[in-house]
């Protein structure tokens, strides 16, 4: 996981490019967790707290529970694109 900053997050909007962001929302706990059963990753769990400090929740996106499973997941992102159409 990476933190999104406010800067960066604009600047495809600002070259004219239609996106769609999707924030899966999760505690630090769950995603140290998840990090920490990763054998072979470059994020390692002890950089996960100023990963956290950073991060700047998107006003302006499709947010799901990061603790759902990947098909759920799958499933609501899909729901809400095709109701943006």
Request: with cysteine; charged share 20%; hydrophobic share 45%.
């Amino acid at each position: 996981m990476a933190a999104c900053l406010h800067v960066g997050r604009h600047a495809s909007c600002e070259r004219g490019l239609a996106v769609t962001w999707v924030y899966l929302k999760g505690s630090e706990a769950l995603f140290r967790s998840r990090l920490q059963q990763r054998t072979s990753h470059f994020m390692k769990a002890e950089m996960l707290a100023s990963q956290f400090a950073a991060l700047e929740e998107p006003s302006h996106a499709i947010v799901v529970d990061a603790a759902a499973s990947p098909e759920v997941i799958v499933d609501r992102i899909s729901r809400q694109l095709q109701a943006g159409d």
